[in-house]
């Protein structure tokens, strides 16, 4: 196999260096610079070492999505013109999949943008958990990779027999791909708006979760109000006790006072972002490994 | 005809506006927002305006380049989505159009990726004195404006008989634009290094400046630097007095007052940009007329 190589963007510093430690990898610091004007500048050295090889593109959207999407195009043109075998692009967080269709006439698909443009720059991306499965449908050059199960391992730890729980119908398949590999029941909530009162409940689907433990996945924790009420809702059907993994925990504003009030025990997360939250409550797993599994799949074809 | 309507980007209301009062033409103000974790959202409201017409947007990439990239195409995507019958994007101010070349092995050419990721977007694009014309080489949906005639008129109502300067032999399109149009001579700077002494001084090419007014033309002043210089060296030279047009006057920092202590007399520009500097030093020329002519051509094609 030729070698291969890391190269991070300015939001993947971190990231880089635990994947180059945990697989012996080589990485490449990219020069930087941001002119008077705000232009950014970067420049990959050691040119020597892109020819021929396999270039691992890795930076994630958050924070200041806008400089990542540029810089991502940067990277990529940059190192294509370099003739490298391959080019595999991680995207951990790829920002706008929110913005996955038009909810409202008049708007734009800012995730299909995002998208589509960097994939006209990159041979293969890997993005981790993306909001919506729909904009990758047919795409058989990106790979959505879920590390639920590493997250909910952590979980039973504390816990036997867990209920996984998506907090909509949309969410299901994060619920269901966790709770197969672990031999797990899962369900989805579902919300029920009474005709008279207009009070609005969410429930289980189908399950009874009286008196067991629940975890809570999901793609993303932004300002922590849909997971924060998800908490309460369950705690009110009788749940003993909430835990919750994301993918992408943003965590803006008080989202950790947030869900500690609603009731959450604990939050299980990945190092997906450009940022890390230190507190007791957050635990960051380890997933590295899983992710190199795939990139050598990748990188064999 | 079919009906126009104007949408303006958010560094472009003013200029947008001054469009709209010159031709009448109808703005549609878009709708937009900041997610808390620094998502962009746009929409365009009163789409019923869209479908069957011919919309122009506009939006200007400075400041912030980089949030007006990804702006321009939401725009963009937004409004093709409402059937419109023809899109024209004005871009005044291109940014990035300076990184038009690997300057260096291992760098991107980020003015190919902002110009080429864009075109995919619209059906025709206008912008002002492009850096390097080089760019656009073969793009014939894309059309480079010069306004250096009507800023060089004000200078005429000043001194009769400048001589039209470029800083430097790559920006000489831009002297010879505005020397056939208004009848006038032009030159440009040559670098010399003394071999012994490694003395740097500029010269004109061909003309003697001696004793006459010159007005030194170019795309953009960011930190005033290169004019600044150009300024004192043809000062040297025995030239009289010293006017400059530029089209894009970013003017970082203490460019002003770098330009004055240099001895530049008068600085003319357009409206370009998202911001103005209010300062009887510079004088802004109005071009909206000119620019709707070639807007007119575009839409009648």
């Known amino acids: 196999m030729s070698s291969i190589v890391l190269i991070p963007g300015r939001n993947a510093y971190r990231l880089a260096e635990k994947l180059s430690l945990t697989t012996n990898t080589p990485v490449i610091n990219v020069q930087r610079k941001l ?82 443009t960097i994939l006209k720059y990159t041979d293969h991306m890997l993005v981790y958990d993306i909001h919506s499965l729909k904009l990758i449908e047919g795409k058989s050059n990106v790979k959505n990779l ?52 207009g009070e609005v409940t969410m429930e289980p689907k189908t399950l009874d979760i ?24 369950v705690l009110e059907s009788g749940a003993r006790g909430v835990y919750v993994a994301v993918t992408h925990a943003l965590l803006i504003n008080n989202a950790i006072g947030k869900l500690k009030k ?7 997360t990945i190092d997906s972002l450009g940022i890390r939250h230190e507190d007791s409550f957050i635990e960051y797993v380890d997933y590295y490994g899983r992710l190199w599994e795939t990139v050598l799949e990748i990188v064999g074809r």
Request: charged content about 30%.
């Open 146 to 197: 879920l590390f639920f199960d590493l997250m909910v391992s952590k979980v039973l730890e504390k816990t036997r027999n867990p209920v996984i729980l998506a907090p909509d119908k949309g969410a299901l398949h994060r619920a269901k791909f966790v709770a197969e590999k672990l031999g797990l029941e899962y369900d989805y909530l579902v919300k029920h708006r009474d005709r008279i009162t």
């Open 262 to 268: 609603a009731g959450v025990e604990k939050l299980y």
């Open 35 to 116: 002119f008077p004007d705000g232009e950014h500048y970067i420049r990959i050295p050691g040119t020597e070492k892109i020819k021929g090889s396999t270039v691992i593109v890795i930076e994630t959207m958050y924070p200041r999505q806008n400089d990542a999407f540029i810089e991502i195009l940067m990277l990529l043109d940059a190192v294509r013109r370099l003739s490298p075998r391959k080019i595999v692009l991680i995207v951990p967080y790829l920002a706008y999949s929110r913005q996955d269709k038009v909810f409202l006439e008049g708007e734009p698909i800012t995730g299909k943008i995002v998208l589509e």
């Open 210 to 233: 009286k008196d067991r433990d629940v975890v809570i996945v999901d793609d993303i924790i932004s300002t922590g109000g849909t997971i924060a009420k998800a908490t309460r809702r």
